[in-house]
């Protein structure tokens, strides 16, 4: 089985201020990694995914992720965070070859953007 | 784009009502899910289907049932709706092949009172 562990649960931080929001999984077997937006009222939006290759992934509205096999983690970054990057984010895990037993989530982190 | 369709955004629905939550996706999608998401909670699986008929209890079953009768469409239903299962119901897919990146319907928020 896997597990996934959202270190914080609210992440404030002001507008144009860089943003990590940190990710660490465990399972006993090789897996798939991906961040998840929420924003307000809506369904999960992917943000990245790493498959394989190079560590470091790029996703949409400019945030990344670096994939670190010794700990386990994939923290999510922003350089420069806008107020409408507002949201819920969620890290979530499937094994490879286990597309059918669904994604296992973490308990998200709430990004607050102060202006 | 794939879509995922849920078929109510908010739902009010009596203590004991017996309730449904519709979902259909349109890329051909082997795999359907139900998740149930609570504050501090995150997403916790209810039941999973990878194929038509086919379903599978995911962590919290209970109070729940599905049916999958056609590919494209995957149902859940409360058989008797209690206040405790308040709460956003999402509906998601994936394919058995690539990366098995799941794609999720809008939500249904559902309220028993």
């Known amino acids: 089985a896997q597990s996934v562990t959202q270190l914080d649960s609210q992440v404030p931080v002001f507008e144009e201020a860089p943003v990590e929001l940190r990710c660490n999984y465990s399972s006993s077997v090789s897996v798939y990694l991906f961040w998840y937006v929420q924003y307000p009222n809506q369904g999960l939006q992917l943000l990245l995914k790493y498959l394989s290759g190079s560590t470091l992934v790029k996703g949409i509205n400019g945030f990344e992720a670096e994939f670190n096999k010794s700990q386990t983690s994939f923290h999510l970054r922003k350089p420069s965070v806008h107020i409408s990057d507002t949201a819920e984010y969620f890290c979530a895990v499937i094994r490879l070859g286990g597309g059918a037993d669904g994604l296992t989530f973490g308990k998200g982190t709430h990004l607050i953007i102060q202006p | 784009d794939v879509k995922v369709t849920q078929s109510s955004r908010y739902l009010v629905k009596r203590t004991g009502e017996k309730v449904f939550l519709e979902c259909v996706q349109d890329?051909?999608?082997?795999?359907m899910f139900w998740y149930r998401q609570d504050p501090g909670l995150g997403l916790r699986l209810i039941y999973f289907?990878?194929?038509?008929?086919?379903?599978e209890k995911g962590d919290i079953p209970e109070g729940y049932s599905v049916s999958r009768e056609k590919k494209e469409r995957f149902s859940l239903i409360l058989e008797s709706a209690s206040t405790n299962q308040t709460s956003m119901y999402l509906c998601a897919s994936s394919s058995i092949q690539g990366s098995t990146e799941a794609f999720f319907g809008q939500g249904t928020r559902l309220t028993v009172v």
């Open positions: 890329m051909d999608h082997e795999n």
């Open positions: 289907s990878y194929d038509v008929k086919m379903k």
